[in-house]
Structures are given as C-alpha cells and as structure tokens.
C-alpha cells in the first residue's frame, strides 16, 4: 500500500487528503504542519503531497531531496524563485507542481487553449475568481495556470500580457492584454471563470469547486501517479490524460 506524506496536514487541503486516501487504498505516512519535522516524514513516506504555504516550500523540497522521495507541490502564491527551486529539485526526485489537481479545472485549461488560439486578436480574455475570506494569494494558482494556458495559446507570456487588479483611471483595455480579477468572501471553495469578450458577443466558460474533495481526490491520484517515477517535472496533465 503506497504511503503519502502530508505536509500542511491539518489544514483544510491536509484535512480532505485524510479524509480521501481510504477511498485509494493508500495510507498517511503521517504529517507535518508549522514546527513539525519534514526530514523525517520525507523518510518514511513513499510520496509526498505538500498544500502548506511559499514559505515553507524550501525546506520542505530539501526535505523531500535528501530522502528521494516524489513530491506533488500544491501550494500556490509561488514566485519566480519558488519556481526555481521546484526546477532545480527536479535534477534529483519527481516533482509535480500544480495550481490546482481537479480533473474539471484540467479540463478547462485545455478548453481555453482551444478558445484562446481560434478566437484571434478581437477577442478580449479577462479571467476572474472568487475564493474564501481565509485565502491568502491572490490571483490564485488556478488564474495563474489558465492566464498562462491563454497566453501560451495567442503566443505571448503571461509575464508579458497578464494585468492584475485594475483601478483608477486605467484608460481603454490596451490589446492583447489578459486582465485578471480576484474576489474574497465567505466559504467559497473555487470558481473560475475566463471571459472571451469582442464587438456584440462573449464566451464565457466556468469551473465552480462545490466541495474541497476534488482537490485531495485529484491530489491523491497524482501523488499514486507520481510514486516511483525517475526524477523530473511532471503536469496534471499526464495524470488525468486530458
Ligand atoms: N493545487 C490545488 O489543487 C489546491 C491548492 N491549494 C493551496 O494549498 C495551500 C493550502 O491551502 P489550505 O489547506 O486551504 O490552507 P490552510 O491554511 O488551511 O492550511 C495550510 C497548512 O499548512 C501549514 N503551514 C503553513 N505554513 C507552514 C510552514 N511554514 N511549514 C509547515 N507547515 C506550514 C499550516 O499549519 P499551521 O496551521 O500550523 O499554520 C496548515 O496546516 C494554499 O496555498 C492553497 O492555495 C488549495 C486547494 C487546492
Ligand atoms: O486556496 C484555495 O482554497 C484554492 N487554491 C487553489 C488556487 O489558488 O487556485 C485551487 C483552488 O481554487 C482552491
């Protein structure tokens, strides 16, 4: 029975992984949270799956380095030199990082890199997202990954085209740009929503998360996936084949 590592265990993403594994006929190797040890849980686990914070995200892929052991990085708010890290790790043990493991939203990452390439230039894309009051990124990895899906798919780079959090006096749309909005409130697990906007019509196309589950569902296959794998950055993707 594959053994999974939780770090960020009693949090709310730690806490649905739990819940989820007996549905796998995997087992918890147990889990680190703030002050826990992740040396030792990347020891005696055959797979790791981290929903912690950035913060802790060095410590936590040295962790996982010094044992060998795979590691699904869920976790987002990652920056730059986050990426980095999960880069150079790669050379030595499997890493899977993901702004978000539901089959639903893979999906839609795929739909929108169809829309994105066949629309052209008239089409406007702005991405918007609404999470609970206690999320602490913003966008979220999610607007991130599909932001990224639209640029790649009207050949550019999100770095190049994404505008984040519009305010005052902003002057017209500038073309070509993908805007990104982010809206805080109550309990809501996840909606993503990505606009496709021109002259007299829009496309709009939705993913809402009505319960955590689909995250630690998609987590666990990935982290089953992932176990024993040679060293390397695998996707979402080629867990769920879409
Ligand atoms: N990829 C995906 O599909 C999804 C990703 N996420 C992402 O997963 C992450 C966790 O989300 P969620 O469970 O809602 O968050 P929570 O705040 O509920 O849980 C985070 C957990 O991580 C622990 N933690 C925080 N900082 C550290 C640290 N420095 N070292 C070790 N452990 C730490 C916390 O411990 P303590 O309580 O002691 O501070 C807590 O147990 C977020 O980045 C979120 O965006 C969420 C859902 C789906
Ligand atoms: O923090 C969350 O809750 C979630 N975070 C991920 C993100 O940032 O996209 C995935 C999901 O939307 C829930």
Redesign the pocket.
Known sequence: MTSIGI??????????ISAALPEFGAQAAGG?????D?AALARKADVIVD??????LE??LAAARAARTPIVV????LAERHHRMIDAATAEIAVLQ?????LG?GLLAALVREAASRLGQDWDIEIVEMHHR????AP???ALMLGTAAAEATGTTLAEAGVSGRAGLTGPRAAGTIGMASLRGGSVI?DHSVVFATEGERIELTHRADD?AI?AK??IRAALWLAGREPGRYTMDQVLGV
């Open positions: 770090f960020g265990s009693m949090g709310r993403m730690g806490q649905a680190v949270d703030v002050g826990g992740p929903f912690s914070a950035p913060a802790a410590a936590h869920g976790t987002t708010g993901t702004g978000n493991t539901s939203i206690n999320k602490a990124d979220s990895g999610t996840g955590r995250f998609g987590a």
